[in-house]
């Protein structure tokens, strides 16, 4: 009896992930006027398709995405330009994680744990990947 014979597939070539997780700042993101002129707590997660074997063989930081650069970025563009949604804001996020060529894809979870909701919750979190090109 013949057994049909699975096609390989091709790894992702970027399988590598670099993480910051729990990334917390000060924002006025929101449509509701008292969300805007007081703020909230935002955090933000952040997941990197890198290939980091560069940076392995060499030890050197310029041979791969300076985390401590990009959240300093990421916390700035919490902190300033109150957009209404946080899919706007998530899409601000994922477009500076891209600006690194390095950076394959960006897995950003934009947390809003005090969202002006009439019921007891934990959490509303909105999560998006976006892949160069």
Do not use: N
Request: with cysteine.
């Amino acid at each position: 009896m013949d057994h049909p014979t699975a096609t390989p597939t091709a790894p992702d070539p970027i399988s590598d992930r670099l993480s910051v997780l729990g990334l917390e700042a000060w924002g006025h993101h929101g449509v509701l006027e008292h969300e805007r002129r007081d703020g909230q707590v935002f955090k933000v997660d952040l997941t990197l398709g890198v290939d980091t074997r560069p940076a392995a063989r060499s030890d050197l930081l310029r041979d791969t995405v300076d985390y401590g650069t990009l959240s300093t970025r990421v916390k700035e563009a919490i902190e300033h330009d109150p957009v209404d949604l946080i899919e706007t804001l998530a899409q601000r996020i994922a477009d500076l994680c891209l600006e690194d060529e390095r950076v394959a894809w960006a897995h950003v979870t934009v947390h809003k744990p005090d969202a002006p909701i009439e019921a007891t919750f934990s959490d509303v979190a909105l999560t998006i990947t976006r892949r160069r090109g």
